[in-house]
């Protein structure tokens, strides 16, 4: 395969993960407009997925892992592997498999405010969403700190930044609206979300637009 290849298939991913945030978020917002009108503020994202158009925002989970999944390959297309890239393309495969599992446990719309759950499936789905913050966030954090080694990246690295620390105070604002403020659950969740999707679509939007090289084979 010649680097030119390579590189036409490394945008390609690249504008695949850009499009899948795009989804994925005009998903989102078109369901909040169905009902049972759920609450942005105060009720949790997963909440869509319950309810007579509940299986459109199965197929949006799936489709974040998906979309993390073009994420991770355009990024393996960067530069020779390093640690720091090893690890934070793993933590984020995790945080897309867990996404993917959410597709098939529901969770417990009717348990009660917070992070209440009422049966088996509530609370699978809860741990697996919560280590799917978790994995997302650290991956998220991780590779930027990668992109600020990565020439071909460099321009990158503020926009990331900026994008992982808006999720890290998500994070850390959905877990104190869990015990102290549940009527803003909702509100704390998209925020770190919105960091985490955001960050995929600058780093994929700085990957689709670099240079293709000259059309030579590639070494092994």
């Given amino acids: 395969m010649t680097l030119h290849t390579q590189d ?13 945030v795009g989804v994925y978020v005009f998903v989102d917002v078109v369901l909040q407009f169905l009902p049972p009108h759920y609450s942005v ?25 998906v979309t993390t999944g073009c994420a991770i390959a355009a990024i393996n297309r ?4 390093s640690g720091l890239r090893r690890t934070g393309v793993a933590l984020l495969a995790a945080g897309g498999l867990c996404s993917a599992v959410l597709a ?4 417990d719309v009717d348990a009660g405010s917070g992070l209440a759950v009422a049966t088996a499936g509530g609370a699978i789905h809860l741990y697996v969403a919560s280590a799917g913050f978790l ?4 991956g998220t954090l991780v590779l930027t700190r990668w992109i ?18 808006i999720a890290a105070v998500g994070l850390a604002s959905l877990v104190l609206a869990a015990s102290l403020r549940p009527d803003l659950l909702g509100l704390a969740e998209r925020i770190c979300l919105a960091g985490i999707l955001g960050w995929v679509l600058v780093v994929g939007r700085a990957i689709k637009r670099l240079p293709r090289r000259t059309n ?4 092994d």
């Fill in 148 to 165: 600020r080694c990565v020439p071909e990246l460099a321009m990158a690295y503020r926009s990331a930044f900026t994008l992982a620390a």
């Fill in 41 to 65: 503020i105060s009720d949790a994202e997963s909440n869509l997925a319950v309810g007579p158009f509940g299986w459109i925002m199965n197929l949006n989970f799936l489709g974040r892992a």
């Fill in 135 to 138: 994995a997302a966030l650290a």
């Fill in 216 to 219: 030579y084979a590639a070494p």
């Fill in 104 to 107: 098939f446990f529901p969770t």
């Fill in 8 to 20: 036409i298939t490394r945008e390609r991913v690249a504008t695949a993960a850009m499009a899948g």
């Fill in 78 to 81: 960067i530069g020779p592997a």
